[in-house]
């Protein structure tokens, strides 16, 4: 008789390294899927990008699309979608480590080779986590909201981005030597794309009489480095954790005597209750305060994802600014 295994009992497995029950009879998540070498990614930007600097030769999956990686739990399929890959990129820095160790930990073939895209930027390429971020002591179940040291919302920066685009040029060269130069050639012209796009953002921003906004959470550093806005203040600390009475009114107030303006949200949240509160008083005192939406690009739905994803989303995030920012 066939065992029935749920789901909570396979994961447990996989945590432990036990080959899972199943797992030698599921169907490979990469048949059909075309080209080598076979890339693994943990999230929506980062199959963006490899697949512009890898072009339609190199084969890509992705583990997050709608659930984002700050809630993402790897699962059975996962396992075999790592045992059958040649490359892994994940973001690292507190982002994605959480199942991303489970899951290398539990390769028992240890046959991929895995790169934190993030870990390799040079620490002048990092932001800081924010203080509150990093030392938060409110009492809330949030393990896998504590980044560390760095903010790793790296992707949200061009400088970043073209950076990482240069290490996974040179994993795939090392994976599939007979395209090394193309590779390369292909992370050059999306880091010039980069450029563009930053030189784009601050040229459009620069005639605006407001460059500061307060964020919905701590993900927003990297975008307001490139495009040289002001992060004033987060909503949200750690992600899903509204904020108390106590800290509203802290928002509430520097948005008066500082003359903040504008409240992004995400397309995820577009009205939080605390965004909304924030917003409803402000009229109240007159203020003609606004929001707008900024996407971190966390998730995707998955017929979305293609190679031209992330630089499509990263200029809608920038018109928003742009028809928002007074």
Same mark, same amino acid.
């Given at each position: 008789?066939?065992?029935?295994?749920?789901?909570?009992?396979?994961?447990?497995?996989?945590?432990?390294?036990?080959?899972?029950?199943?797992?030698?009879?599921?169907?490979?998540?990469?048949?059909?899927?075309?080209?080598?070498?076979?890339?693994?990614?943990?999230?929506?930007?980062?199959?963006?990008?490899?697949?512009?600097?890898?072009?339609?030769?190199?084969?890509?999956?992705?583990?997050?699309?709608?659930?984002?990686?700050?809630?993402?739990?790897?699962?059975?399929?996962?396992?075999?979608?790592?045992?059958?890959?040649?490359?892994?990129?994940?973001?690292?820095?507190?982002?994605?480590?959480?199942?991303?160790?489970?899951?290398?930990?539990?390769?028992?073939?240890?046959?991929?080779?895995?790169?934190?895209?993030?870990?390799?930027?040079?620490?002048?390429?990092?932001?800081?986590?924010?203080?509150?971020?990093?030392?938060?002591?409110?009492?809330?179940?949030?393990?896998?909201?504590?980044?560390?040291?760095?903010?790793?919302?790296?992707?949200?920066?061009?400088?970043?981005?073209?950076?990482?685009?240069?290490?996974?040029?040179?994993?795939?060269?090392?994976?599939?030597?007979?395209?090394?130069?193309?590779?390369?050639?292909?992370?050059?012209?999306?880091?010039?794309?980069?450029?563009?796009?930053?030189?784009?953002?601050?040229?459009? #921003?620069? +005639? *605006?009489?407001?460059?500061?906004? &307060?964020?919905?959470?701590?993900?927003?550093?990297?975008?307001?480095? /490139?495009? =040289?806005?002001?992060?004033?203040?987060?909503?949200?600390?750690?992600?899903?954790?509204?904020?108390?009475?106590?800290?509203?009114?802290? #928002?509430? +107030? *520097?948005?008066?005597?500082?003359? &903040?303006?504008?409240?992004?949200?995400?397309?995820?949240?577009?009205? /939080?209750? =605390?965004?909304?509160?924030?917003?409803?008083?402000?009229?109240?005192?007159?203020?003609?305060?606004?929001?707008?939406?900024?996407?971190? #690009?966390?998730?995707?739905?998955?017929?979305?994802?293609?190679?031209?994803?992330?630089?499509?989303?990263?200029?809608?995030?920038?018109? =928003?600014?742009?028809?928002?920012?007074?």
């Amino acid at each position: 008789m066939k065992l029935a295994i749920n789901r909570r009992v396979m994961l447990g497995f996989a945590a432990a390294g036990i080959c899972m029950p199943g797992c030698s009879s599921m169907e490979d998540p990469w048949k059909g899927v075309g080209g080598s070498p076979k890339v693994l990614v943990t999230f929506p930007p980062l199959y963006s990008m490899v697949k512009q600097v890898g072009g339609d030769g190199v084969a890509v999956l992705c583990l997050c699309t709608t659930t984002g990686p700050h809630h993402y739990s790897y699962n059975a399929r996962d396992a075999i979608l790592l045992r059958n890959a040649d490359l892994f990129f994940s973001v690292g820095l507190g982002l994605d480590d959480h199942f991303v160790d489970k899951m290398l930990a539990a390769d028992s073939g240890k046959t991929v080779r895995h790169a934190a895209l993030g870990k390799l930027l040079v620490p002048q390429n990092l932001c800081l986590a924010s203080p509150e971020e990093e030392h938060d002591h409110s009492g809330h179940d949030h393990d896998h909201h504590h980044h560390g040291e760095h903010d790793p919302h790296v992707w949200l920066g061009t400088r970043q981005c073209k950076a990482m685009a240069v290490d996974i040029a040179r994993y795939l060269g090392e994976q599939d030597p007979a395209n090394r130069d193309r590779y390369h050639a292909n992370a050059k012209a999306f880091g010039e794309r980069m450029d563009a796009l930053k030189k784009q953002g601050r040229d459009q #921003l620069a +005639a *605006k009489k407001e460059n500061r906004l &307060i964020s919905f959470h701590p993900s927003l550093a990297y975008l307001a480095d /490139t495009f =040289a806005l002001q992060i004033a203040d987060t909503i949200q600390i750690n992600p899903g954790a509204e904020p108390d009475g106590k800290r509203l009114a802290k #928002l509430i +107030a *520097k948005c008066v005597e500082e003359k &903040i303006r504008v409240l992004a949200v995400e397309p995820q949240y577009p009205t /939080t209750t =605390a965004s909304k509160l924030i917003l409803e008083e402000l009229k109240r005192k007159g203020i003609d305060a606004k929001m707008v939406e900024i996407d971190p #690009l966390e998730t995707a739905e998955p017929s979305e994802l293609a190679a031209g994803w992330f630089e499509k989303k990263m200029q809608e995030n920038l018109k =928003a600014l742009v028809e928002t920012l007074p």
